[in-house]
């Protein structure tokens, strides 16, 4: 058995619409569904880098961070588009937050439900 790559991330959202707004512009991610009914997903980007939406039907309660549960996603991008994302993001007001880990830069930013993505390359 062999399991091949991550197909989609799949998240529930307080607000689906305005989470659908912030992936298609502040990650350029296209939408690849149109929504329906809460419980069907909304995809947006490609097989192996998408986000799965889905309309939260109860509000959760206050997380802190380093809690268990998802610590974050993370997609991998070229040094180039790292540069990019960095200008892109400070052009529109989206706090992002740069590390250098040694092997990987990356950049973090949390979506408007307070989950952290990161973007990360390996071309340093």
Do not use: C
């Amino acid at each position: 058995m062999l399991l091949r790559r991550l197909d989609h991330v799949s998240l529930n959202a307080t607000d689906r619409p305005r989470s659908i707004e912030w992936y298609s512009h502040v990650l350029g991610l296209e939408l690849k569904s149109e929504p329906g009914s809460d419980d069907a997903p909304v995809f947006l980007g490609e097989k192996g880098a998408a986000i799965a939406l889905f309309q939260a039907q109860t509000p959760p309660p206050p997380r802190d961070s380093e809690t268990d549960g998802l610590r974050h996603v993370a997609f991998m991008v070229s040094a180039e588009d790292l540069r990019r994302f960095h200008i892109h993001f400070a052009e529109h007001g989206v706090d992002a937050r740069y590390e250098d880990h040694g092997n990987a830069h990356s950049l973090y930013l949390d979506d408007p439900d307070g989950n952290t993505i990161e973007l990360t390359t390996y071309e340093v």
